[in-house]
């Protein structure tokens, strides 16, 4: 197998990333909503042009993960809180998201990305880190507890119009 390697996303790969996350976002959570909200989110979150705003937005940065020249996964961070009404810290910021691809679970992927995400918010001053997950996605609660993440709150997450129960997980840096 090819050696992972990780670097910062760039403009040339705005349609490869927005297509791996629109895959993996369908592979994992499609069958929840509705085609309308399905479709709604996914060019709300998910398209090229949100990607390009988040490249431009200084306060961003998205890391991708490559097996030789195959997109496999890819982490976004915000220098800036998320949900300061749950903030411990008094430099809190957030992981984003951290998808990898529908077929490339496994294999230190998600490892090698939520490293290099801990490392990136610690490095700009991070003393706590959010994330949001979905109330009934198990197996990215595990992953995240493994990173010291412990549930801090009950929140919502909306995909076009429909309402997602989400936890919100944070960790003292």
Same mark, same amino acid.
């Given at each position: 197998?090819?050696?992972?390697?990780?670097?910062?996303?760039?403009?040339?790969?705005?349609?490869?990333?927005?297509?791996?996350?629109?895959?993996?976002?369908?592979?994992?959570?499609?069958?929840?909503?509705?085609?309308?909200?399905?479709?709604?989110?996914?060019?709300?979150?998910?398209?090229?042009?949100?990607?390009?705003?988040?490249?431009?937005?200084?306060?961003?940065?998205?890391?991708? @993960?490559? !097996?030789?020249?195959?997109?496999? +996964? =890819? &982490? #976004? $961070? /915000?220098?800036?809180?998320?949900?300061?009404?749950?903030?411990?810290?008094?430099?809190?910021?957030?992981?984003?998201?951290?998808?990898?691809?529908?077929?490339?679970?496994?294999?230190?992927?998600?490892?090698?990305?939520?490293?290099?995400?801990?490392?990136?918010?610690?490095?700009?001053?991070?003393?706590?880190?959010?994330?949001?997950?979905?109330?009934?996605?198990?197996? @990215?609660? !595990?992953?995240?507890?493994?990173? +010291? =993440? &412990? #549930? $801090? /709150?009950?929140?919502?997450?909306?995909?076009?119009?429909?309402?997602?129960?989400?936890?919100?997980?944070?960790?003292?840096?």
């Amino acid at each position: 197998m090819t050696d992972l390697s990780l670097r910062p996303a760039t403009p040339a790969d705005l349609e490869s990333l927005s297509e791996l996350a629109r895959d993996a976002f369908i592979a994992k959570f499609g069958h929840l909503y509705s085609q309308a909200n399905l479709d709604l989110f996914l060019a709300e979150a998910l398209s090229e042009a949100a990607f390009a705003a988040d490249l431009a937005d200084p306060d961003r940065a998205i890391q991708l @993960a490559f !097996r030789g020249d195959m997109l496999v +996964g =890819f &982490a #976004k $961070v /915000a220098f800036k809180c998320g949900f300061p009404d749950h903030a411990r810290g008094s430099r809190t910021m957030e992981l984003k998201q951290l998808y990898t691809g529908a077929q490339a679970t496994g294999g230190g992927i998600g490892s090698a990305l939520m490293d290099w995400a801990m490392a990136s918010l610690t490095a700009r001053g991070a003393d706590e880190v959010q994330l949001s997950v979905y109330a009934e996605n198990f197996g @990215a609660h !595990r992953f995240y507890k493994r990173y +010291g =993440f &412990a #549930k $801090v /709150a009950d929140i919502t997450f909306r995909v076009g119009e429909h309402i997602d129960p989400e936890f919100l997980f944070a960790r003292m840096t």
